[in-house]
């Protein structure tokens, strides 16, 4: 038997169908109104930014003002005395007071095969670096913090990238991993101030991070507990390298020039700071880095999962 169609329901002109191509036509005419509106405002939008942007060029205002229609205003934040704050890589809530107390002189002892090959490893990577920089501690702290910068992001990332796989937490590892990565660049940041490398250093620089990135991302998948067991043995070496760096600056062979703003701020530092209260809690930073990349090693050594252990969040 063939199966009609009831003539009540027409398909295409008329009826139920043809009310709703008409609906349908109808709300595609209205869209399009809309997004014409829409575009004929941003683009107004957009015109009146740009004009604010060349009025404040011909005021001669020194910040930059953004064409942007998306209404994103940048907060207008001030410090503890008042001032407008003018850190953009930091907010002051981000800002603290380094604990300079911490014991510079603990030492993991390496016992393990595994604990051996990393603190051999970074012992032989100490012997160029100090044929090259020799006392020049300033350049040799912007090659160390391009370098120690590498390791919290690297870890953090494939971390955060396990915790996605998985479907579980990281127990604060990748916070943490990316804090010690944010604080080591800000060294960086600092004795960019203090230091000005010349261009074989830069140079230097880009190769230095390119290999030692790849080689940490390799060893950090094949063992963890190996690459923070030589992030660790790496921060004992930083602690050497500043403590020497402060000797020569208690001895006259560097100037101990005042603090730059950006590291006052940081750390809170007294406003009359110098080069030295700049490395001294440098230093400490190195020291707590060290602490806890130990201690995520031997967390590994112990069969431990990183995200079994709450992470030492802000401990630095």
């Given at each position: 038997?063939?199966?009609r169609?009831?003539?009540?329901?027409?398909?295409?002109?008329?009826?139920?169908?043809g009310?709703?191509?008409?609906?349908?036509?109808?709300?595609?005419?209205?869209?399009?109104?809309?997004?014409?509106?829409?575009?004929?405002?941003?683009?107004a939008?957009?015109?009146?930014?740009?004009?604010?942007?060349?009025?404040?060029?011909?005021?001669?205002?020194?910040?930059?003002?953004?064409?942007?229609?998306?209404g994103?205003?940048?907060?207008?934040?001030v410090?503890?005395?008042?001032?407008?704050?003018?850190?953009?890589?930091?907010?002051?809530?981000?800002?603290?007071?380094s604990?300079?107390?911490?014991?510079?002189?603990?030492?993991?002892?390496?016992?393990?095969?595994?604990?051996?090959?990393?603190?051999?490893?970074?012992?032989s990577?100490?012997?160029?670096?100090?044929?090259?920089?020799?006392?020049?501690?300033?350049?040799?702290?912007?090659?160390?913090?391009?370098?120690?910068?590498?390791?919290?992001?690297?870890?953090?990332?494939?971390l955060?990238?396990?915790?996605?796989?998985?479907?579980?937490q990281?127990?604060g590892?990748?916070?943490?991993?990316?804090?010690e990565?944010?604080?080591?660049?800000?060294?960086?940041?600092?004795?960019?101030?203090?230091?000005?490398?010349?261009?074989?250093?830069?140079?230097?620089?880009?190769?230095?991070?390119?290999?030692?990135?790849?080689?940490?991302?390799?060893?950090?998948l094949?063992?963890?507990?190996?690459?923070?067991?030589?992030v660790?043995?790496?921060e004992?070496?930083?602690?050497?390298?500043?403590?020497?760096?402060?000797?020569?600056?208690?001895?006259g062979?560097?100037?101990?020039?005042?603090?730059?703003?950006?590291?006052?701020?940081?750390?809170?530092?007294?406003?009359?700071?110098r080069?030295?209260?700049?490395?001294?809690?440098?230093?400490?930073?190195?020291?707590?880095?060290?602490?806890?990349?130990?201690?995520?090693?031997?967390?590994?050594?112990?069969?431990?999962?990183?995200n079994?252990?709450?992470?030492?969040?802000?401990?630095?």
């Amino acid at each position: 038997m063939r199966s009609r169609v009831p003539a009540s329901r027409p398909l295409l002109a008329g009826g139920e169908g043809g009310l709703w191509a008409r609906l349908l036509a109808t709300s595609a005419a209205e869209a399009a109104k809309e997004e014409a509106a829409a575009s004929k405002d941003n683009v107004a939008s957009t015109a009146a930014a740009t004009a604010e942007a060349m009025q404040a060029v011909k005021e001669g205002e020194k910040s930059a003002v953004v064409s942007s229609y998306w209404g994103i205003v940048p907060a207008k934040l001030v410090n503890k005395d008042g001032a407008e704050w003018k850190w953009s890589c930091f907010r002051p809530w981000e800002a603290y007071t380094s604990d300079t107390s911490i014991d510079l002189t603990k030492h993991h002892q390496p016992k393990v095969l595994l604990d051996k090959i990393a603190y051999w490893t970074v012992k032989s990577l100490r012997v160029p670096t100090d044929i090259f920089f020799q006392r020049r501690y300033g350049c040799r702290a912007m090659m160390l913090e391009t370098v120690a910068a590498v390791p919290g992001m690297v870890g953090g990332m494939l971390l955060h990238l396990r915790s996605l796989r998985r479907f579980e937490q990281s127990g604060g590892w990748i916070r943490a991993l990316l804090e010690e990565a944010e604080n080591e660049r800000m060294h960086l940041m600092t004795f960019m101030e203090v230091a000005d490398p010349k261009w074989y250093e830069r140079a230097l620089v880009l190769a230095v991070q390119g290999v030692f990135f790849n080689a940490y991302f390799v060893g950090y998948l094949l063992s963890p507990k190996f690459a923070h067991r030589v992030v660790g043995y790496l921060e004992e070496e930083a602690i050497h390298s500043y403590t020497e760096f402060l000797r020569d600056l208690e001895a006259g062979k560097i100037e101990n020039v005042p603090a730059p703003r950006i590291a006052i701020d940081y750390w809170r530092l007294p406003a009359d700071a110098r080069l030295k209260d700049v490395v001294t809690v440098v230093r400490a930073d190195e020291a707590h880095h060290r602490d806890v990349n130990h201690f995520a090693a031997d967390i590994h050594f112990q069969g431990l999962e990183l995200n079994k252990t709450p992470a030492p969040l802000g401990y630095h």
